[in-house]
């Protein structure tokens, strides 16, 4: 009985067909092993997935021809081309719209991406590639660059297309950045020219920056006094104040420039003119006329000799400054409106204190009087009693005795004596009053009581 290999070929057992061995013969030599040598077919895919087989016969089968042509629609993404498990190279040719993964059952495989052609081989086990190593390879027209090459046949041209520019050609020791980046190198040291840093503080350091906002760095000393100007191409200039006032659009003076818009705003005591300044000019400010308040050290008057306390003042007016330090129109509070001593001609006594008895003329401020001079205390030494006239006093009127008509008395001819340890006022030679030496004084209306004494 009939075995069968790998790729499919009949296998006939010793003295097996006797008559027709020659038909099995041409069928394994003329299709089944020219299909595995030279042949090829169309594989053609409708959005899926495809996968091949090998049956028991030796008549014709895709899965052992030597080419698979890819045909069909992808459906948009990339298929798979599923091959039986056995050893054979493939040259597969992708004709679809999309990549397409020829692999066994169990293998990951090799992509073959749209319009192009591959030559791989199924090692029993997964398809990989059929070579990686070539000792030379001559190509009719330039591999292209996203295939790899570099899509031309000359250096410069090479170049052109790789992006390289003129620094593939500088020498070593002379080149010439002109544009570009570079990343993933060694912070270059600061005595090749770099910062020997990767971050900016750290170079600020490296480089010797001052610590005024952690940016500048100290510069030599000009021979006078400069500013600098940050130019567009990364230099710095030293400008004089002139170049630099007219750099940055300041006018040609220190004085004077030009601006957008400048208004200015006072008070209603105050007047501006010149403002808004738009271009240039001069603001200017002088008194309205209008009263300055006193709440801005003003009077609130426009008047040169008074303040009017009736528009201007609030409050009550300080006895201090001349008021009553009270809101009535009917009085004054001595109590709490009024300080220091209060004159004899407004009613006090012009004195702080009290004591003995006081003395004065009605005028100039009253005094405490002295013991023995100016009175007889009662009770103590008494002296020489004095005798004098009395003016501007006005006296009751008493009784000349028990029985007589009352009598006015004048302000002449009063005295006053010592009648033990009590003092006797007498007017015409009548006692009228009585001081004693407890401090009480009493009228007498009957002067018989005390005799002529």
Same mark, same amino acid.
């Given at each position: 009985?009939?075995?069968?290999?790998?790729?499919?070929?009949?296998?006939?057992?010793?003295?097996?067909?006797?008559?027709?061995?020659?038909?099995?013969?041409?069928?394994?030599?003329?299709?089944?092993?020219?299909?595995?040598?030279?042949?090829?077919?169309?594989?053609?895919?409708?959005?899926?997935?495809?996968?091949?087989?090998?049956?028991?016969?030796?008549?014709?089968?895709?899965?052992?021809?030597?080419?698979?042509?890819?045909?069909?629609?992808?459906?948009? !993404?990339?298929?798979?081309?599923?091959?039986?498990?056995?050893?054979? &190279?493939?040259?597969?040719?992708?004709?679809?719209?999309?990549?397409?993964?020829?692999?066994? !059952?169990?293998?990951?495989?090799?992509?073959?991406?749209?319009?192009?052609?591959?030559?791989?081989?199924?090692?029993?086990?997964?398809?990989?590639?059929?070579?990686?190593?070539?000792?030379?390879?001559?190509?009719?027209?330039?591999?292209?660059?996203?295939?790899?090459?570099?899509? !031309?046949?000359?250096?410069?041209?090479?170049?052109?297309?790789?992006?390289?520019?003129?620094?593939?050609?500088?020498?070593?020791?002379?080149?010439?950045?002109?544009?570009?980046?570079?990343? +993933?190198?060694?912070?270059?040291?600061?005595?090749?020219?770099?910062? +020997?840093?990767?971050?900016?503080?750290?170079?600020?350091?490296?480089?010797?920056?001052?610590?005024?906002?952690?940016?500048?760095?100290?510069?030599?000393? &000009?021979?006078?006094?400069?500013?600098?100007?940050?130019?567009?191409?990364?230099?710095?200039?030293?400008?004089?104040?002139?170049?630099?006032?007219?750099?940055?659009?300041?006018? #040609?003076?220190?004085?004077?420039?030009?601006?957008?818009?400048?208004?200015?705003?006072?008070?209603?005591?105050?007047?501006?003119?010149?403002?808004?300044?738009? +271009?240039?000019?001069?603001?200017?400010?002088?008194? !309205?006329?209008?009263?300055?308040?006193?709440?801005?050290?003003?009077?609130?008057?426009?008047?040169?000799?008074?303040?009017?306390?009736?528009?201007?003042?609030?409050?009550?007016?300080?006895?201090?400054?001349?008021?009553?330090?009270?809101?009535?129109?009917?009085?004054?509070?001595?109590?709490?409106?009024?300080?220091?001593?209060?004159?004899?001609?407004?009613?006090?006594?012009?004195?702080?204190?009290?004591?003995?008895?006081?003395?004065?003329?009605? #005028?100039?401020?009253?005094?405490?009087?002295?013991?023995?001079?100016?009175?007889?205390?009662?009770?103590?030494?008494?002296?020489?009693?004095?005798?004098?006239?009395?003016?501007?006093?006005?006296?009751?009127?008493?009784?000349?005795?028990?029985?007589?008509?009352?009598?006015?008395?004048?302000?002449?001819?009063?005295?006053?004596?010592?009648?033990?340890?009590?003092?006797?006022?007498?007017?015409?030679?009548?006692?009228?009053?009585?001081?004693?030496?407890? +401090?009480?004084?009493?009228?007498?209306?009957?002067?018989?009581?005390?005799?002529?004494?």
């Amino acid at each position: 009985m009939s075995t069968y290999s790998n790729l499919k070929l009949e296998l006939m057992e010793t003295g097996q067909n006797a008559t027709t061995w020659g038909n099995v013969t041409n069928l394994n030599l003329g299709t089944a092993l020219e299909e595995a040598i030279v042949g090829s077919d169309n594989v053609t895919f409708a959005s899926a997935n495809i996968t091949l087989t090998l049956t028991n016969t030796n008549t014709s089968q895709t899965a052992r021809n030597m080419r698979l042509r890819c045909t069909g629609t992808t459906g948009g !993404s990339t298929r798979n081309l599923v091959v039986p498990s056995i050893e054979k &190279p493939y040259i597969v040719q992708n004709d679809c719209a999309d990549s397409i993964v020829i692999k066994t !059952s169990a293998g990951t495989g090799i992509t073959v991406p749209a319009g192009k052609t591959m030559w791989v081989y199924n090692n029993g086990t997964d398809v990989v590639d059929a070579t990686t190593h070539l000792t030379s390879l001559t190509l009719g027209t330039p591999l292209a660059v996203l295939q790899g090459g570099t899509g !031309s046949n000359t250096a410069s041209g090479a170049r052109t297309n790789l992006g390289l520019g003129t620094i593939s050609t500088q020498n070593s020791n002379a080149v010439t950045i002109t544009g570009g980046s570079i990343t +993933g190198i060694t912070d270059l040291a600061v005595a090749d020219g770099g910062t +020997g840093a990767s971050t900016a503080a750290d170079a600020r350091t490296n480089l010797g920056a001052t610590t005024l906002g952690g940016n500048l760095f100290i510069i030599t000393n &000009p021979s006078a006094v400069t500013f600098p100007r940050f130019n567009a191409d990364n230099t710095v200039s030293a400008l004089n104040a002139t170049d630099f006032r007219t750099a940055i659009g300041a006018g #040609t003076s220190s004085t004077t420039g030009t601006v957008t818009s400048v208004a200015m705003s006072v008070p209603t005591f105050l007047s501006v003119t010149g403002s808004p300044i738009t +271009g240039s000019g001069t603001l200017a400010v002088t008194l !309205s006329g209008t009263a300055l308040p006193i709440a801005n050290g003003g009077t609130g008057s426009t008047s040169t000799t008074y303040c009017s306390l009736t528009t201007n003042v609030t409050g009550t007016l300080p006895v201090g400054n001349g008021g009553t330090g009270s809101t009535s129109t009917t009085y004054c509070s001595l109590t709490t409106n009024v300080t220091g001593t209060l004159p004899v001609g407004n009613g006090g006594t012009g004195a702080t204190t009290l004591t003995g008895v006081l003395k004065g003329n009605g #005028t100039s401020a009253l005094s405490a009087a002295t013991a023995g001079t100016d009175y007889v205390a009662p009770g103590g030494a008494l002296g020489t009693p004095s005798s004098g006239t009395l003016t501007n006093c006005t006296f009751p009127t008493l009784n000349q005795n028990t029985t007589g008509s009352a009598a006015s008395l004048s302000t002449t001819n009063f005295s006053i004596v010592q009648s033990g340890t009590d003092l006797i006022f007498k007017y015409n030679g009548t006692n009228i009053a009585k001081l004693s030496s407890t +401090g009480a004084f009493t009228a007498i209306d009957n002067v018989t009581a005390y005799g002529s004494a």
